[in-house]
């Protein structure tokens, strides 16, 4: 019985390390950070692709984009009408300028990529 | 091998139908709206159906399972939950049952070896397998409510937190996909490894693990490969939640599989083994207390028994008996 005892100690005490862990590490994921320089807007005047399209895609676009650079080095899109772009989050960024631009419909359909753990969010740029 | 083959037919089947109904013949009306609302309604009144056609049976009797000590006298202890006293014991027996799969935790695999021994032996696989499929299969229904709300709930955000603790890939690879899939894997290979497995299982075993490792797979195809738009789906399931009959928007073939084999399984739950969900909550040996000794249980369509004593008897034959000179108790 005595080994049982210990054991339901061990798992309380277990649960709430577990747990103060949980809230301590939590308060420290929001202190401010350092506010960094701003992302250099791309000049460009026209979209990559037609709306519909990008709002259906940009996820498969963005995706290959991403491959294509950190592993090909490859930073030119080529649009199907042959103009040319950067291949930076930038690129899109800079006309829709809209800090909300990526939010409102993320946070309807909850979905969360973990984009601005490396980039900047436009919601601490604009 | 014929009792094999035939539900992943059916299952190839049923995925391909609303992929050609949607792509080929325009019909994400009827895979969107009409079918996911029947598919409801079957689950929601075929579940109260069987549950209370079994509530409704009588249980006159005490028969729980146990193996632990009984309560007895005050100084022998007893085990509460091995061998339940009292309501709230059996209670707790039963969830952890549902939770834990206890019984299964003592699953033991008899063996003939070589030498013409037959030897017993701990076998907790099935524990293991059926624990990390019902677990994970939970964790997954609970994660899909982010469609169902407008707001998605705190909940929902710590499950897609917790699950995607790796954080690897992009979007977020969830661990419980991966367990999922590894586990009815293992659930199918037990029954096809085995020579007794595979006489025992029958199609009904079968159907719905293949059943819902199409949904899974459809279901990390959309999320992982194919990367679906999710706009008009969360619009669509909010639709549905608010009992809403407008038509879809344009969303991709491989979602109405999805919600196909979705609806499917609603429809074939209540009439299958799946409900074992329910049923395990009314198992008689589980969650009965274990308390014949202290209560009389006296079966209720039992006939009403007329005791006859011995002072009507001497009421009724006193004269008689005076005249025989037997003797009588009351003069």
């Known amino acids: 019985m005595k080994s049982r005892k210990l054991l339901w100690l061990v798992t309380f005490a277990a649960i709430s390390l577990f747990a103060a862990f949980y809230l301590f590490s939590n308060g420290e994921a929001e202190t401010p950070q350092k506010p960094l320089a701003r992302v250099s807007v791309v000049d460009s005047t026209k979209c990559i692709a037609p709306k519909e399209f990008m709002r259906a895609n940009h996820m498969q676009v963005l995706h290959g984009w991403e491959r294509s650079v950190v592993r090909d080095g490859d930073r030119v899109h080529i649009a199907s009408n042959g103009s040319r772009f950067q291949k930076s989050l930038g690129t899109c960024l800079g006309c829709h300028n809209n800090r909300l631009f990526c939010f409102s419909c993320h946070s309807y359909a909850n979905v969360k990529p973990k984009c601005w753990n490396c980039h900047l969010s436009p919601m601490e740029t604009q | 091998m014929k009792k094999v083959v035939m539900p992943l037919v059916m299952v190839a089947i049923l995925a391909l139908l609303p992929f050609l109904g ?162 009815i894997t293992f659930l199918v290979f037990r029954r096809l490894n085995d020579a007794k497995m595979r006489l025992l299982s029958l199609q009904t075993d079968y159907f719905p693990l293949f059943l819902i490792a199409a949904i899974v797979v459809v279901g990390v195809l959309m999320r992982y490969v194919v990367r679906l738009n999710i706009m008009p789906v969360k619009d669509q399931m909010l639709r549905l939640v608010n009992f809403s009959f407008d038509a879809p928007g344009e969303i991709g073939a491989l979602f109405y599989v999805h919600l196909f084999l979705v609806s499917v399984l609603a429809i074939y739950f209540p009439f299958s083994k799946l409900m074992h969900a329910g049923a395990i909550f009314l198992s008689p040996t589980r969650n009965l207390p274990n308390d014949s000794r202290e209560k009389r249980h006296i079966n209720p369509w039992n006939a009403a028994i007329k005791f006859r004593t011995y002072s009507e008897y001497e009421d009724d034959y006193r004269e008689k008996m005076k005249k025989a000179k037997l003797p009588i108790e009351k003069q």
């Open chain 2, 22 to 183: 949607v792509q080929y013949a325009g019909l994400s009306y009827l895979f969107g709206v009409i079918i996911p609302y029947t598919a409801t309604v079957v689950l929601l009144a075929g579940f109260v159906f069987r549950m209370v056609d079994w509530l409704r049976r009588p249980v006159p009797f005490r028969i729980p399972t146990t193996c632990g000590q009984e309560k007895s006298l005050e100084w022998i202890r007893y085990d509460r939950l091995e061998s339940p006293h009292r309501f709230w014991e059996a209670a707790a027996r039963v969830l952890f049952e549902v939770f834990f799969f206890r019984s299964l935790f003592r699953n033991t695999k008899a063996e003939l070896h070589k030498d013409s021994n037959l030897v017993y032996g701990s076998h907790k696989w099935l524990w293991l397998g059926g624990l990390a499929f019902h677990w994970s299969l939970l964790i997954i229904v609970l994660r899909h409510s982010r469609f169902f709300f407008p707001m998605v709930p705190g909940f929902t955000d710590f499950l897609e937190h917790a699950d995607g603790f790796f954080d690897i890939t992009l979007p977020t690879f969830y661990s419980t996909d991966a367990v999922v899939l590894a586990a």
